[in-house]
């Protein structure tokens, strides 16, 4: 049962442009989400997060946006830069599983120059 | 700067031959995870210390055991490796184990079983 979903699993924006990727979790009991980037070889480097209480955190250019009824959340990166080229993970905790963060698959962005 | 190291990045081990990894940290955090990611899937808890207590997931094989002689280290040993444990294997810490808490992420061992 995968608890939290990333449906999309690679995304092609154009520099300069916004990257907007998705999320979606059925747990809800979740309360804590994370955005993750990792390069190849590298651990995941954590990006930005939001807690249930809030439905937008921004952070730069990174933005999270939590719609908790329609237990979706989304990462936007405005501008997108070649650089922002990796994969992203979505995380969650909360419930009984706290200190616990389970995560999507990942979606691999790419960015054009 | 505070940092999550992990020795070696890349292991290569034979069927059956126990094998050890190894996880530092600089940060001063309560608790330390490890996490299997095999490949295009999302990481995968396997286990976690707070101070010195273990927390071991469910489906967690056996096979797999970790050690945390002190704060500051954690290792994790495959007693038995078989050809399905070759993966990245990426060690995270957090100050305390509540949920909302950021876990940091070294920057992984890639696990090669032959």
């Known amino acids: 049962d995968q608890q939290v979903k990333q449906n999309s699993p690679s995304l092609s924006v154009q520099e300069g442009r916004i990257s907007i990727l998705n999320c979606d979790y059925t747990?809800?009991?979740?309360?804590?989400f994370l955005w993750y980037k990792k390069y190849p070889a590298e651990g995941p480097t954590f990006l930005i997060s939001?807690?249930?209480?809030?439905d937008k955190n921004e952070d730069g250019r990174f933005t999270v946006f939590l719609n908790k009824s329609a237990k979706h959340l989304s990462l936007h990166i405005v501008p997108s830069q070649p650089g922002d080229s990796a994969v992203y993970f979505c995380a969650a905790s909360g419930g009984t599983s706290y200190g616990k963060l389970t995560f999507g698959q990942g979606t691999i962005l790419t960015v054009h120059p | 700067d505070a940092m999550v190291i992990q020795n070696p990045r890349y292991q290569v081990t034979q069927f059956g031959k126990p094998v050890t990894l190894s996880c530092s940290q600089t940060l001063n955090h309560n608790v330390m995870y490890w996490y299997q990611q095999k490949s295009s899937q999302a990481p995968k808890l396997l286990f976690h210390y707070y101070d010195k207590d273990f927390n071991n997931e469910a489906d967690t094989p056996d096979n797999f055991q970790s050690r945390r002689p002190n704060t500051s280290f954690c290792f994790l040993d495959i007693r038995s490796p078989g050809l399905g444990d070759a993966a990245m294997y990426l060690c995270?810490?957090?100050?305390?184990?509540?949920?909302?808490?950021?876990?940091?992420f070294g920057p992984g061992t890639r696990l090669l079983v032959l």
């Open positions: 939001i807690s249930s209480i809030k």
């Open positions: 995270a810490t957090s100050r305390d184990p509540t949920h909302q808490e950021t876990q940091y």
């Open positions: 747990n809800s009991m979740f309360d804590y």
